[in-house]
């Protein structure tokens, strides 16, 4: 008997090993080997000799920048820039989380058919070019742009309220908002209802049931949305191109920037040092969360 029902675990397990063996592929050719190469090409020069002067110039590298009063000061070029990327994808990705965490418990506790309605409006978007949805918050956020000028019209102090930066941050909410709804409302659709009727009968009002059972049971998709939304706005570069008014510089445009003038070591340095520091951070965000849910929140 025994024998059998391992030979029938045996069975089962190659069955698995051959439905995953085409994604394994597929893994292997777009994600490993293209990690590879980056990583080669970040720690060899242009005649393909080892060297750490890449990476050195990612965090060595200076320029002079003019401040508010005038007076000018030296600093490190390339990790301005990242902080000041790593800045904006945390704000835009604060902003998402706020927006879509309330809006997937809404969908998690509707109806199918309401469920089917949120989830076609979420995607409509999706289904239009990114580089056509850029273009029309161009036309909205400008300084010349619809925005400012309803507030020119109407004679409103702060005509300019809408800046280079804030505008990047919701061209960033704007795209990347779906990738965190969809993993929280697949989370919270699978959450007992049961636990929270139970919550509220001990005596929990609304703020305790969110704090100590929904917040905890959605953590997983917090952390896949904070994910999905996170890593695209730190790299991203088309986004401040055109909403930044050519003002913001993003690492996504240093990454690029750097490709095109040829210097694809440099360009691959820069990637594999943002790939490594977003892999830090997100070990880290995961530790933490981890002990908050071992420990009770």
């Not at 965190?180 to 659709?189: D, H, R």
């Not at 959605?218 to 790299?235: A, F, K, N, R």
Request: glycine share 6%.
């Amino acid at each position: 008997m025994k024998e059998n029902v391992t030979r029938d675990q045996r069975r089962v397990l190659r069955a698995d090993h051959l439905a995953l063996g085409p994604y394994g592929i597929w893994a292997v050719l777009f994600i490993l080997v293209p990690l590879v190469f980056v990583a080669y090409y970040a720690f060899t020069d242009v005649n393909f000799q080892f060297t750490l002067e890449n990476i050195q110039r990612f965090f060595t590298a200076t320029s002079s920048i003019v401040q508010d009063d005038g007076s000018s000061a030296e600093v490190r070029t390339y990790l301005l820039i990242f902080w000041r990327s790593l800045k904006l994808a945390i704000i835009s990705t604060l902003v998402c989380l706020v927006l879509a965490y309330p809006l997937a418990y809404i969908m998690a506790r509707a109806e199918p058919k309401v469920q089917k309605t949120f989830m076609t409006i979420i995607m409509i978007p999706m289904w239009m070019n990114f580089l056509i949805r850029t273009y029309a918050w161009m036309t909205i956020l400008q300084d010349k742009g619809i925005f400012n000028n309803i507030l020119s019209a109407l004679h409103l102090p702060g005509v300019h309220i809408i800046g280079t930066e804030a505008a990047v941050v919701i061209g960033m909410v704007y795209d990347y908002i779906p990738y965190m709804i969809l993993p929280l409302f697949s989370i919270m659709a699978k959450m007992d209802v049961k636990l929270i009727e139970a919550a509220r009968d001990l005596g929990c009002n609304g703020l305790g049931v969110l704090r100590r059972v929904i917040w905890p049971l959605s953590l997983p998709g917090v952390i896949s949305g904070v994910t999905m939304v996170l890593i695209p706005s730190v790299s991203t570069f088309y986004i401040s191109q055109k909403l930044g008014d050519g003002k913001i510089m993003l690492i996504g445009d240093v990454i690029e920037g750097q490709y095109v003038a040829n210097n694809l070591h440099f360009a691959a340095a820069i990637a594999f040092v943002l790939m490594v520091l977003l892999l830090v951070c997100m070990a880290v965000m995961r530790k933490l969360v981890g002990r908050n849910v071992e420990g009770g929140l």
